[in-house]
Structures are given as C-alpha cells and as structure tokens.
C-alpha cells in the first residue's frame, strides 16, 4: 500500500470531518433541535441518516471510488439545507451548519479521490487507451 501525501490525508480528513458532522448533525436538528417536527422523528431519522450509512465503510478505509460516489449523496443535504435557507427563517443557522458540512464533505471527497486515485495509478485516461 503506498503512503498518502499531505494534502491527500488533509483532504480525507476534511471529508471525514463533513461526514460525521452530517451523519450527528442531522438527526439532531431534525429530531431535537426543531421546533415544528413536520416529520416524524423515525422518518426524519430514516430519511436523514440512512443514506450517510451507505459509504461508511468505504469512507472509513480510503477507498477513493467511495469518496468519489458518495458525492452523490451528498447532493441530498445540499438540496436540504438551500431549501431550508430559503424557506424556513426560523432554522436559516442550521440550515447553514448542514451546508457548511455537505459541503466539507464534497470538497474533500472530491480531492482525496482525485488524488489518492493518482497516487495509487488509477486513471480513467489509460483505461480509455485500454479499450
């Protein structure tokens, strides 16, 4: 297994860092911190939580196709969170924190699966030549 580079562990770091802050935050706003549940709290649990639990594994051992993936889910709490901005004026401070995580995690994911995807000499341009 080869060493990753600073800014590829920084980036992991970053992403795991907007990960577990979703994965807390969530629930927490959604079942505790609101005022108004318009969801129950097992919906808002199931629909909130439940996606984040899908690259868990893949996130916590580097695989960086997951990092790259997991972007799509992420694209839900964006979605989230400039709704509520929008929206709700009541919850625009949790609606920022869920935003500032989402998008951690994107930024993160996105550049630890570029880079440790070179570092380990993947590349979607030699498996085009390949063909």
Excluded: C
């Excluded at 929008?86 to 994107?106: G, K, N, P």
């Amino acid at each position: 297994m080869s060493k990753q580079s600073f800014a590829t562990s920084t980036y992991k770091k970053l992403a795991l860092t907007g990960y577990f802050g979703l994965l807390f935050f969530m629930p927490l706003w959604l079942i505790v911190l609101t005022d108004s549940p318009s969801l129950s709290p097992t919906l808002s649990l199931v629909m909130f939580t439940l996606p984040l639990l899908f690259p868990l594994k893949g996130l916590l051992t580097g695989n960086p196709y997951t990092y790259a993936w997991s972007n799509f889910v992420v694209m839900i709490y964006f979605l989230h969170s400039l709704t509520a901005l929008w929206v709700s004026a009541d919850e625009r401070l949790w609606a920022l924190v869920e935003l500032f995580f989402a998008t951690m995690m994107f930024i993160g994911g996105t550049y630890y699966a570029k880079y440790r995807g070179q570092e380990l000499g993947l590349s979607i341009r030699e498996k085009k030549k390949d063909k």
